[in-house]
């Protein structure tokens, strides 16, 4: 894939059951030195999830302290658990040279962008909303009354589809994996990200 020194932020958004980690997975396997970002989060490890791999587990004091000294690019608050972008770890992942993928909401999506204005923001959904339920029910992990809240805050993420670069519908995984490909790699030879080579052909001009 066609590199920047400089590497290229993705923020990949969508209601829980777009597919946004199993096409996250996918990438992953195509781009292999592709960074995932690992997030700070205040829960407790769950079986087999490494600190540093899975998460950066930190107690509540801790997380306190980092929001305190600005260390985050997001955070959020997730059924009484406490999650952030630790902004340090992505900052040195992009100057080494490495696209980094963050899957957060909408209102983290929005803070990264204030924060990194050439950060792409895509939005995943399904074919058609009723489809969310169906694969909700598919995974079996919820309970009612947690399908019900996810069912509900995924009216106010559509409502943010506007705010985003691109949208994509996952109706199929290997489609919806080549467009999020074709995404990367246009954006690594924008004119925008590419200003080095650009002044090198217009003569400086």
């Known amino acids: 894939m066609r590199k920047n020194k400089k590497g290229l932020l993705i923020v990949i958004s969508g209601p829980s059951g777009a597919g946004k980690g199993t096409i996250i997975k996918e990438i992953k396997n195509k781009i292999p030195d592709i960074a995932y970002s690992v997030s700070v989060t205040t829960r407790a490890p769950r079986e087999g999830e490494v600190d540093g791999r899975d998460y950066f ?18 955070t959020a608050e997730v059924y009484g658990n ?7 770890y992505v900052e040195k992942l992009l100057m080494d040279g490495k696209d980094v993928i963050l899957e957060i909401d909408t209102v ?13 923001l895509v ?13 909700l029910d598919k995974r ?9 809240r996810r069912l509900q805050a995924s009216e106010k993420e559509f ?24 995404i990367i ?13 650009v002044h090198k052909f217009s003569g400086g001009k």
């Open 57 to 74: 587990f930190r107690s509540y004091e801790q997380f306190k302290d980092m929001l305190h000294n600005n260390e985050f690019l997001e």
């Open 82 to 88: 406490y999650y952030g972008t630790p902004r340090s």
């Open 108 to 120: 983290g999506a929005e803070n990264v962008k204030k924060q990194f204005p050439s950060a792409v």
């Open 123 to 135: 939005f995943i959904v399904p074919p058609a909303t009723k489809d969310l339920e169906a694969r």
């Open 140 to 148: 079996g992990t919820e309970t009612d009354e947690v399908k019900a």
């Open 159 to 182: 409502a943010s589809i506007k705010k985003y670069d691109y949208v994509i519908v996952n109706n199929d995984l290997t489609d919806a994996v080549d467009d999020l490909l074709a």
């Open 185 to 197: 790699r246009s954006t690594h030879c924008t004119v925008k990200l590419n200003s080095v080579l």
